[in-house]
């Protein structure tokens, strides 16, 4: 069931991104859907999350690894938003002209967009590997064995992510696997302050 609700997370946040191009999102309506999904987002980390049994005494430790993260996804968000500053006159541009004289977007200026975004993917896929490897390495002995080994056997990997082959992965693809799709999950950490407020 776990899984289940994983996978109907992201059929929603795709359906979400559909709906945003037909809708006002500042309508009363549309932010009310935004929060159900968001709701739905946080069950499915959640479900992933309750079953390690974290206790008091171990989320001093995990919340400062995962601020660490969060500032790095920081520094990198600001270098992707400098980048697109940089080409944002470029494309603005070329949209004005297409829709406004009929005429095709730059070739060469494409390329270039592409690139650039290529350059940015690999530099967010280093980083967010460096962020999972960090909070392994800083949580190692906050987690015990059993945490650990329900970290490694959750999640239907293959649905999340049709490229690995979980019979080949090791532990410790399995362990960064999960740490990837639930502690760097956008909505983990607030999550994680409410559960310490509970902790016994």
Do not use: W
């Not at 500053?85 to 829709?99: L, R």
């Not at 530099?123 to 490694?152: C, L, P, W, Y």
């Amino acid at each position: 069931m776990k899984n289940v609700i994983l996978c109907l997370s992201f059929v929603f946040a795709l359906a979400g991104g559909a709906a945003a191009q037909t809708t006002t999102a500042t309508t009363a309506k549309a932010a009310q859907s935004d929060a159900v999904v968001q709701s739905i987002r946080q069950i499915d980390i959640l479900n992933q999350i309750l079953p390690l049994g974290i206790r008091k005494e171990q989320f001093n430790g995990i919340l400062t690894a995962m601020e660490k993260a969060r500032q790095k996804e920081k520094k990198i968000r600001e270098l992707e938003d400098d980048d697109l500053e940089k080409i944002a006159p470029d494309v603005k541009g070329a949209v004005k002209d297409a829709t406004e004289k009929g005429k095709f977007p730059d070739h060469d200026m494409q390329v270039r967009v592409l690139k650039l975004l290529n350059a940015m993917a690999i530099r967010r896929q280093v980083a967010v590997s460096e962020m999972v490897q960090d909070f392994v390495d800083a949580t190692a002995n906050i987690f015990d064995a059993g945490q650990k080994k329900v970290m490694e056997n959750s999640l239907d990997k293959a649905a999340l992510d049709p490229t690995v082959k979980p019979a080949e992965m090791s532990d410790d693809q399995k362990l960064k696997f999960f740490v990837k799709k639930v502690f760097m999950d956008s909505t983990a950490y607030d999550l994680l302050l409410k559960l310490q407020k509970i902790a016994s």
